[in-house]
């Protein structure tokens, strides 16, 4: 995917170095991480219970979700496997709408019978997750979504990217001590570089709580209202596909230690 040659016995860059976790550092504990209502006993444990978002409903079948006791606005998400979700702005036009309610129903009613890891390049912290489905408030005011991703290196916050969804996504990303970094991880964001502000501070410290002990882990938050939640436990960001310039991809990859 990225038209570069694979060199495992002796990874060097950063994508290639996440093939090697994907083969040799896939633990049950990175599962239960990975799977999006287990990992909340985690958070709740280790940083509390404040920063997670509230659980609306959890079950495993989409006909038993008692759509009638829901706030207008929610989002329901499948804990096996990564983007797939939908956000529910408007419950009432929703059920309304058959034909898309009926589209939402048979993407779930798949998601629940398969596992996510053959489809994104073998992720095996997705393998043994056991499919659920998952509604938790949708956290959107008017403005554009912000989110901070934390790259951590090692048990340590060393890369943090703050993300802000308009047209088109604008990023900033600060190194270890919040100064600008020539780091781009997406070529698709417009880089906008803006001061780090102390919630941002707030997220590096309590990712560096929940990445003690992992090799490479990429802490996802949400910030509303001013407030940071927990978003995900990203094991091996971009499936290790990442196109970025050869000479960042060597820089990450010397700073992970495998």
């Given amino acids: 995917m990225t038209n570069e040659d694979l060199h495992l016995r002796n990874p060097k860059t950063f994508n290639e170095k996440i093939q090697w976790l994907k083969i040799y550092d896939c633990t049950p504990l990175k599962t239960r991480l990975t799977d999006k209502v287990l990992v909340r006993d985690w958070v ?3 940083i509390g219970e404040e920063y997670l978002k509230p659980v609306l409903w959890v079950g495993k079948q989409f006909d038993d979700i008692p759509f009638d006791i829901l706030p207008q606005k929610f989002m329901i998400k ?7 979700h939908f956000k529910i702005k408007n419950k009432d036009d929703f059920i309304k709408n058959k034909v898309v309610v009926n589209v939402v ?26 499919p659920q ?16 991703e934390i790259y951590c290196f090692n048990g340590k916050p060393k890369i943090y990217q703050k993300i802000v969804y308009s047209l088109p996504p604008l990023c900033s990303v600060y190194n270890e001590d919040y100064s600008e970094s020539d780091i781009v991880f997406n070529l698709m964001y417009s880089k906008k570089y803006e001061p780090a502000q102390e919630i941002l501070k707030e997220a ?17 938050w949400l910030l509303y209202n001013q407030k940071v939640y927990f978003n995900e436990m ?14 960042v991809n060597l820089k990450l990859g010397k700073m992970l230690k495998i």
Avoid: H
């Fill in 44 to 46: 709740k444990e280790k």
């Fill in 78 to 84: 499948a804990n096996n496997g990564c983007k797939w």
């Fill in 204 to 220: 590096v410290e309590k990712s560096k709580i929940l990445a003690n002990g992992f090799k490479l882990v990429r802490v996802d």
């Fill in 133 to 148: 489905i998952l509604i938790e408030p949708l956290l959107i005011d008017d403005v554009n979504p912000i989110e901070y």
């Fill in 105 to 130: 129903k048979k993407r779930f009613d798949g998601w629940m019978k398969q596992t996510f890891f053959p489809y994104a390049g073998f992720e095996m912290q997705y393998k043994d997750i056991e």
């Fill in 234 to 247: 990203t094991f091996t960001p971009f499936s290790g596909y990442c196109k970025m310039d050869k000479n």
